[in-house]
Antibody, heavy 127, light 108 residues
Framework: QVHLTQSGAEVKKPGASVKISCKTS????????LSWVRQAPGQGLEWIGW????????KYAPELQDRVTLTTDTSTDTGYMEIRSLRSDDTAVYFC????????????????????WGQGSQVIVSS | DIQMTQSPSSLSASVGDRVTMTCQAS??????LNWYQQKPGEAPKLLIY???NLERGVPSRFSGSGSGTDFTFTISGLQPEDFATYYC??????????FGPGTKVDIK
């Protein structure tokens, strides 16, 4: 069975950084991507970015790409998301999700659908 | 970036009702459109991918249709466990992924 298990809640001060982990199991890690999505209190879903677990290519949402880094560790089948220079509007629940991939003969793999999700990690940014 | 809109933003329905909601993209996305269900305090769940394909294990009362810029999601025979918020999401090569703002289905 596929499982994605995320690290616990974090409370950070403005300007700090946070790194969240997403431990996966039950599938071949490098055959899929990992994406990160956040949800501010009472709000909808916001895509953060994705990483191809095979070649570690990444793509980020334009509004976050200067502050976010996605990485993976294939020795532990774990993905990580780090956000720097935290602001109060980064307060949200952060989800990781397994990404099914599509293939383009010119540009390679790109993300399609998020078929398994982690339980979410609460990040609170407050002074 | 491609902007997604959903309507209505919320609706009230009864068990057994047929429920329909729409999602519109700001430009042609062919059939690169997925639908998710999210219940309070839970992660989203993939229901429909590529506009009309039912994800494995998802009940057949859920369906999707559409292509280009206009898409429809239908629940045929609303069940108590279907009260939730539904999001559409577009994807494509070389462009950011975006979600719609959601449609909340609650009990009439």
């Amino acid at each position: 069975q596929v499982h994605l298990t995320q690290s616990g809640a974090e409370v950070k001060k403005p300007g700090a950084s946070v790194k969240i982990s997403c431990k996966t199991s039950g599938y071949t890690f490098t055959s899929y991507g990992l994406s990160w999505v956040r949800q501010a209190p009472g709000q909808g879903l916001e895509w953060i970015g994705w990483i191809n677990a095979y070649n570690v290519n990444t793509k980020y949402a334009p509004e976050l790409q200067d502050r976010v880094t996605l990485t993976t560790d294939t020795s532990t089948d774990t993905g990580y998301m780090e956000i720097r220079s935290l602001r109060s509007d980064d307060t949200a629940v952060y989800f990781c999700a397994r990404v099914r991939l599509r293939y383009d003969s010119v540009t390679g793999y790109y993300p399609c659908c998020f078929d398994y999700w982690g339980q979410g990690s609460q990040v609170i940014v407050s002074s | 970036d491609i902007q997604m809109t959903q309507s209505p933003s919320s609706l009230s329905a009864s068990v057994g009702d047929r429920v329909t909601m729409t999602c519109q993209a700001s430009q042609d996305i062919t059939t690169s459109l997925n639908w998710y269900q999210q219940k309070p305090g839970e992660a989203p769940k993939l229901l429909i991918y590529d506009a009309s394909n039912l994800e494995r294990g998802v009940p057949s009362r859920f369906s999707g249709s559409g292509s280009g810029t206009d898409f429809t999601f239908t629940i045929s025979g609303l069940q108590p466990e279907d009260f939730a918020t539904y999001y559409c999401q577009q994807y494509g090569n070389l462009r950011p992924i975006t979600f719609g703002p959601g449609t909340k289905v609650d009990i009439k």
